[in-house]
């Protein structure tokens, strides 16, 4: 019987455990403070918002909504990161996706201050993993780790497989993976026979945004399954948010994440994580 990774739970926990610093650092009169920088309307993001928002009032960290109209510059909007990066008073900065297509999100993420980019995607902290530098992980990465560890698993020696290997989920969590020792396979859409690596994962993190791309009776008994991806599909008429991994209770992997439930809400409380280390950080360095 496969059971469920609960990220809500998870994500609590991990929660509760920053409140109790960010009230700590709010005593020494140092309140860490995330600002939320979006482009342009989207439902998309206006949900990701409300959930960070959420996240930032359970944990005590003030939230400031700092919007820009959609035709906006990208060097516009360089320089009005760069501002928010200079502040004394803003702590961290996320940076809300997708941008208007005129706009390259790795252009704009340049501009950010690393240490107030606490999605932890800026090429330094992507770099600063590769080295035992301590710089902000990036925070879907690091979530797809935490649900895997919720599990007890001891990963040294495990065959651990990534699907997708984008610069912000994949490569980050695979190296996540090699860092505690298990063998790392990343597949991509150069991969000849994915299924095959599939069927051998004992630790399999699937992100990619395609809906269906694993299926249930691929996965190998007893494995560890954790579903990234996030994917919008029509069902019965209504609309639905699936990840990229067929549910289906009938398979026999020991563990899932569901989707939505399993790796969104921890990815946020590790956003509200990242913000609470960039805040305690700026303090030590004045
Ligand atoms: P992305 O930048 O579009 O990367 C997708 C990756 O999948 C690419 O590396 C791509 O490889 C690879 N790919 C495409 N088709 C493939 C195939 N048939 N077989 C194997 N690999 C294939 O997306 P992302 O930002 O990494 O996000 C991935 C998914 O995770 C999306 O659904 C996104 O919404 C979701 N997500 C969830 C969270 C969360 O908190 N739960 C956070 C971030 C993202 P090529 O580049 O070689 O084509």
């Known amino acids: 019987m496969t059971q469920i990774i609960d990220g809500k739970t998870l994500a609590r926990t991990l929660e509760a455990d920053v409140a109790r610093e960010v009230a700590a650092l709010d005593s020494m009169g140092a309140a860490p403070l995330l600002a939320s920088v979006q482009v342009g309307p989207s ?7 409300r959930h960070q928002a959420r ?18 510059s990208e060097r516009q ?21 997708p941008l208007p297509p005129h706009i390259s999100v790795r252009a ?25 530098r301590p710089g902000l992980v990036p925070c879907t990465a690091a979530a797809a780790l935490e649900c895997i ?25 695979a190296l996540l993976l090699m860092e505690r020792l298990a063998t790392v396979t990343v597949c991509h859409h150069g991969t000849a026979d994915l299924l095959q690596h599939v069927r051998r994962a004992e630790v399999l993190v699937v992100a990619v945004g395609r809906a269906g791309l694993v299926k249930c009776a691929d996965l190998r ?19 639905k948010l699936v990840g990229d991994v067929e549910a289906d209770q009938a398979h026999e992997a020991a563990w899932i ?3 939505p439930g399993g790796v969104g809400p921890v990815t946020v409380a590790l956003l509200m994580r990242n913000t609470l280390r960039a805040a305690a950080r700026q303090i030590q360095t004045g």
């Open 257 to 259: 994440t569901p989707v």
């Open 108 to 132: 704009v993420r340049r501009a950010l201050d690393p240490w107030k980019d606490v999605e932890g995607v800026h090429p330094a902290n992507l770099g600063w993993l590769l080295s035992d």
């Open 149 to 173: 560890l919720s599990t007890g698993v001891e990963l040294r020696g495990k065959e651990a497989v990534v699907v997708g290997h984008s610069e912000t989920v994949g490569k980050p969590i």
């Open 43 to 49: 439902p998309a993001v206006e949900l990701y918002i």
């Open 55 to 72: 996240a930032a009032e359970r944990t005590g960290i003030a939230f400031r909504r700092i919007e820009f109209a959609a035709d906006i």
């Open 77 to 97: 909007l360089q320089r009005e990161v760069e501002r928010l990066s200079q502040s004394s008073e803003i702590t961290g900065v996320m940076l809300q996706t």
């Open 221 to 239: 008994a007893g494995a560890i399954v954790i579903d990234v991806g996030i994917n919008e599909i029509e069902c019965a008429g209504r609309r």
